[in-house]
């Protein structure tokens, strides 16, 4: 089992940047694919973005598409969000995410970090 550590997130103001860090404890291969999602009270978890560890294209929300960058580091074990241009309506606490890259569900989740913008 592998455990997820999101950090980086804060306050900041709209127009302004924040990186997201995921760090993967235990084992991670490029048989997984890691995904952010966000989530504001009284509304789902919605999807942010994915990469494979393998590498390959990301896929991003449409609401975030050109504003928001996921990366990994293999080497790190770190998956990394950077978020652009941000806007008041991306707060949310942010959740890293871990699936194998052959199934849909994600099921194994960090603790969250909580992203605020102010306008």
């Known amino acids: 089992q592998v455990q997820l550590v999101e950090s980086g997130g804060g306050l900041v103001q709209a127009g302004g940047s924040l990186r997201l860090s995921c760090g993967a404890s235990?084992?991670?291969?490029?048989?997984?694919?890691m995904g952010w999602f966000r989530q504001v009270p009284g509304k789902e978890r919605e999807f942010v973005a994915s990469?494979?560890?393998?590498?390959?294209?990301?896929n991003y929300a449409d609401s975030v598409k050109g504003r928001f960058i996921v990366s990994r580091d293999y080497t790190k074990n770190t998956v990394y969000l950077q978020m652009n241009s941000l806007k008041p309506e991306d707060t949310a606490v942010y959740y890293c995410?871990?699936?194998?890259?052959?199934?849909?569900?994600?099921?194994?989740w960090g603790q969250g970090t909580q992203v605020t913008v102010s306008s």
């Open positions: 990469v494979s560890w393998s590498g390959g294209t990301p």
């Open positions: 995410a871990r699936r194998k890259s052959s199934v849909a569900r994600y099921d194994e």
């Open positions: 235990g084992r991670t291969d490029s048989t997984y694919t």
